[in-house]
């Protein structure tokens, strides 16, 4: 195509029309400086930012230079619809093209970056090019084992022959003016030429073609990478963050510069005040004081504050009450381990609170939020995940899955994207016995590099290797932790039976349920819950049965839970056969539990909806264990459960406390391994989420018969198909290896009548045909 007079940064609304300022190249690039700018200077005085004045250079210029490589006769091709690059892929992704412009790419761009900024260290090109080449989080290193085209750094197949930079474009020279304004010294902008990049081999082996340079630079990447200190490390992973996040506040903030610099500014500065908590606080204590373990909390001096307290002690108060010290002037994010816990937690203590700003952050949020509020939240921010995190920006309280916020570790896109509301933040992380060793070691490390960030951890348990690691990772940071009240932890609250077989315990709930009681079951796997279900209503009980787990439509499940929760609170019988969906995100108490053997802390958050309430009942409430054998890991290790079954010989027939519970799982000698890698910290030069979790592989699906559904929900609201706007269809299930994804919608795989069947009362199932039902 011949050149055009304006270089785009995006495909423009209308190609007949002058190019919007955003659009452009030049624009979005002072779109992204600006909100950068507007960042760090709300954000300099933060604790996690204060101190550390040597990311700014290499945010501020990163930024300048992070889409520089969409000045391509190819890139721009596309972007302006040409018929010649239509449904063409660009030979190299531009941020790596960025990356390879400052540092590998033989061109006259790189010797003027070099004399600008070769003054500011060794080591600053290279980190520059892994700020501008890592925006997308897509810098790695080529492997034949990636299956994604866009995963690719080096796409040559099936593009023109001709790949050339644009590097005479006025567009490229006003882009490095601005860049010249951060050089160590004066420097002028010389008139450069185009550069063709080689794409194939060629018989003059002086000529090296464009998978060769890439090669080259993720070598060196690696090589030097090793030479950086700490402190640089630190520098490098904040300023990816800061540039990342402002990507997506200049994208999305498409109006005048001065409108969205004004809204950033004033986002980040929507902080807390004492009094935003008080009627938090008020509502849930009515006239009542806080208990002693409350104020203990509340009245921590501490940087980082620990407490460990049996469910339905007033821990969430606690924190709340912390916060109204803690918190001022920051934002608070309450972090849960599960999308049922902060929804639940958002609902019984914000959602009511009109005068704070306040959000709910997982990925099927808004689902939660119409049901809460009975409208639909029609929210801008919310088209897809870059948008929905600038919701995190403004708001005073954020009740979030702890993902949100230890995702950053991993290099998670939402805490990324994120970043500026983090960098604001006090920090609560409520139920850590329940986080695997993979989500335990990010928490670590998140702890150990953001040293003056207020920080409450709250437990029912701990183990000692746990304890071990916090105090190590503390230090003086951390003082003694904070026990929860004594009337409250010394209550006897449980009985324990054990039992062989699940059958054995049926007597049991036929006669707590003719007495008018409520029961829990918990299984370990859908497949035994459905089984268990299915025997219930051959009984004929009194009561129906009610199903709960996690491999409902997201839709169906919140209607199940909201109808659990009822049955457990009008009067009257109730029988509810759930999984681990109900461990910490049901706010119930049942008469009696019954349960498969399970780890031992998952068995204490089970046994936390049992008896929850002391009132002015004494007689403790009965714990029915029965035997459960499964393959190893599928879902639980053989030792864990042998542990286990250790730890309940000891207390079974007798009543047991909350305390005597801790004690138990304290006895319990763990030997598992934590690890603390980080790829945010860590990967250094690569820029690639990892897992944050070890949790066993699933998949999230949507079911082909409900598309013309989703589709007419989509366009009556004139909703786009992405991942927010369908998350109520969506259906989390164990991952088969035989199902192969053919079609998607919304981001999501499609399953096929055939593959999986679905009934709103059991839930979904692999369809059986030579596949293992599940």
């Not at 307290?309 to 972090?335: E, N």
Request: proline share 5%.
């Amino acid at each position: 195509m011949t050149k055009p007079q304006i270089l785009l940064a995006k495909s423009p609304e209308n190609l007949h029309s002058v190019a919007k300022p955003w659009e452009s190249l030049v624009g979005h690039t002072r779109q992204v400086l600006n909100a950068t700018k507007r960042i760090i200077s709300v954000l300099k005085n933060s604790n996690v930012l204060r101190n550390q004045e040597s990311f700014e250079l290499l945010a501020l210029v990163g930024a300048i230079f992070h889409d520089l490589g969409k000045a391509t006769n190819i890139f721009q091709g596309m972007l302006w619809r040409d018929r010649k690059f239509v449904g063409k892929v660009h030979p190299i992704r531009h941020e790596i093209l960025s990356a390879l412009l400052i540092t590998r790419l033989n061109n006259p761009i790189n010797d003027w970056v070099q004399t600008a900024f070769g003054g500011y260290g060794s080591h600053f090109l290279w980190m520059l090019s892994w700020v501008a080449g890592g925006h997308h989080l897509k810098l790695h290193r080529d492997s034949p084992s990636l299956k994604n085209e866009t995963d690719k750094l080096v796409r040559v197949q099936g593009i023109p022959k001709e790949f050339i930079f644009w590097g005479s474009h006025p567009d490229v020279k006003e882009i490095l003016g601005i860049a010249a304004y951060y050089a160590d010294q004066k420097i002028e902008i010389p008139p450069f030429q185009d550069v063709n990049i080689p794409l194939h081999e060629d018989d003059d082996l002086g000529t090296q073609n464009l998978k060769i340079i890439v090669e080259d630079y993720t070598y060196d990447s690696a090589h030097l990478a090793t030479k950086l200190t700490d402190q640089e490390k630190l520098s490098l992973a904040l300023a990816k963050a800061v540039v990342m996040a402002a990507d997506v506040a200049g994208s999305a903030l498409t109006a005048d510069i001065t409108e969205a610099c004004g809204w950033i500014k004033g986002a980040l500065q929507q902080t807390l005040s004492p009094e935003d908590l008080e009627q938090v606080i008020t509502d849930k204590l009515g006239c009542a004081d806080l208990r002693d373990f409350q104020k203990a909390v509340a009245g921590s001096s501490t940087p980082m504050t620990l407490t460990i307290a049996g469910c339905g002690t007033g821990k969430t108060v606690a924190a709340y009450a912390w916060a109204k010290r803690h918190a001022v002037g920051k934002k608070l994010f309450f972090c849960y381990p599960t999308t049922g816990t902060a929804s639940a937690g958002f609902e019984d203590y914000l959602l009511a609170q009109s005068s704070i700003e306040r959000a709910l952050l997982h990925g099927r949020a808004q689902v939660d939020l119409e049901r809460m509020l009975g409208t639909e939240e029609m929210d801008p921010w919310e088209e897809n995940q870059r948008l929905e995190s600038l919701k995190a920006w403004p708001q005073q309280v954020i009740a979030c899955t702890v993902d949100t916020v230890l995702g950053l570790m991993q290099n998670q896109r939402r805490s990324l994207f994120s970043f500026p509301a983090l960098a604001s933040g006090a920090f609560v992380f409520d139920e850590i016995h329940n986080y695997d060793t993979k989500l335990f070691g990010a928490l670590l490390r998140f702890i150990r590099t953001f040293q003056g960030v207020p920080t409450l951890l709250m437990s029912a348990s701990l183990p000692p290797n746990r304890l071990k690691l916090l105090q190590e990772a503390l230090g003086d940071r951390l003082g003694e932790p904070l026990r929860g009240d004594d009337r409250l932890e010394s209550w006897e609250r449980y009985r324990l039976g054990w039992l062989q077989e699940p059958n054995d315990c049926w007597p049991t709930v036929q006669q707590v349920l003719q007495s008018k009681g409520k029961v829990l079951w918990v299984c370990n796997i859908v497949a035994d819950a459905v089984k268990i279900y299915d025997q219930a209503l051959a009984m004929n009980l009194d009561v129906p049965p009610l199903l709960y787990h996690s491999r409902f439509r997201y839709q169906d499940r919140v209607a199940l839970q909201e109808k659990v929760i009822k049955n457990f609170r009008q009067p009257g019988p109730a029988l509810v056969i759930s999984t681990q969906v109900c461990e910490m995100s049901l706010d119930i108490s049942a008469d009696v539990l019954v349960t498969a053997l399970a780890p031992f802390p998952a068995l204490m958050q089970r046994m936390g909806r049992l008896n929850r309430y002391p009132g002015d009942r004494q007689a403790p409430g009965l714990c029915l264990v029965y035997d459960f054998v499964c393959q190893e890991n599928q879902p639980y290790s053989r030792q864990d459960l042998i542990r286990a079954k250790e730890a309940l010989a000891g207390l079974i027939d007798k009543p047991v406390s909350q305390r005597r519970l801790a004690q138990a799982l304290e006895e319990i000698q763990a030997s598992e391994e934590i690890k603390t890698y980080s790829a945010w910290l860590d990967g250094v030069w690569e820029s690639d989420q990892r897992p944050l979790r070890g949790s066993e592989a699933s998949i999230t699906v949507l079911l082909r018969h409900d598309l013309p559904e989703i589709q007419h929900f989509l366009q009556v609201r004139g909703l786009k198909p992405n991942c927010c706007n369908v998350a109520s269809w969506t259906i989390p299930m164990y991952f088969h290896r035989e199902f192969q994804i053919s079609e998607r919608f919304g981001g999501y795989p499609v399953a096929g009548e055939g593959i999986i069947e679905y009934d709103p009362v059991r839930g979904a199932k692999w369809r059986k045909k030579a596949w293992e039902i599940i």
